[in-house]
């Protein structure tokens, strides 16, 4: 089974890049055709899609954020990342990765096989 698990800064300050790594064991990113997935959650709000990595290299964003998104990936660490620029205090939910078989971008948990256990990122001077 698939594991993933996110790291990155708890507390970033507004204006600056939010930088989150997925690291994945039990499986390699550039295989078994899946979607690498950015997933987010508001305090007191609903699943929302940031944005995924194929295994082939293909990029996806979300339109509302895809102008300060950025996906990349590590093949070599098994890892790929997440940048954010322009933090705002809007930017302070829990962030997961998650892998699907497909590109789902509805943020739904059922669209998703596996998921990382989640880490809070807070925005604040």
């Known amino acids: 089974q698939v594991q993933l698990q996110e790291s990155g800064p708890g507390l970033v300050k507004p204006s600056q890049t939010l930088s989150l790594t997925c690291t994945v064991s039990?499986?390699?990113?550039?295989?078994?055709?899946?979607?690498w997935n950015w997933i987010r959650q508001p305090p007191g709000k609903g699943l929302e899609w940031v944005g995924a990595?194929?295994?082939?290299?293909?990029?996806y964003y979300s339109p509302s954020l895809k102008s300060r998104t950025s996906i990349s990936r590590d093949t070599p660490k098994n890892q790929f990342t997440l940048r954010l620029d322009s933090v705002t205090p809007e930017d302070t939910p829990v962030y997961y990765c998650a892998s699907s078989n497909a590109l789902q971008t509805s943020g739904w948990g059922r669209d998703y096989d596996d998921w990382g256990q989640g880490t809070q990122v807070t925005v604040s001077s």
């Open positions: 990595i194929h295994y082939s290299g293909s990029i």
């Open positions: 039990g499986g390699s990113i550039t295989t078994n055709y899946y979607y």
